[in-house]
């Protein structure tokens, strides 16, 4: 468990949008977390290929292959 301080206006807004929704906070503050979680972990999965880049594949072969897909 975590407990986390919350300065009043993020509170009171996070108050508000659960009782205009009818869920609770706890529902926002972890929807809110995975959503920024992912970026995070997207972020640094980019920067650590952008330190140890692997097999690149020219553009032009992409587009091809994904023209030769669609037909």
């Known amino acids: ?3 986390v301080r919350l ?3 993020i509170e009171s ?3 508000n949008l659960a009782k205009l929704t009818g869920r609770t906070k706890t529902f926002y ?3 809110a977390i995975l959503d920024h979680l992912e970026d995070l972990e997207d ?3 980019a ?3 952008l330190k140890t880049p692997g097999a ?3 553009l032009e072969s992409l587009i091809e292959e994904e023209n ?3 037909r």
């Open 29 to 31: 503050v972890r929807e």
């Open 47 to 49: 920067e650590k290929r």
């Open 7 to 9: 300065p009043k206006e």
């Open 13 to 15: 807004r996070l108050d």
């Open 1 to 3: 468990m975590i407990a």
């Open 68 to 70: 030769n897909v669609a």
């Open 56 to 58: 690149t594949i020219p």
């Open 43 to 45: 972020i640094y999965i």
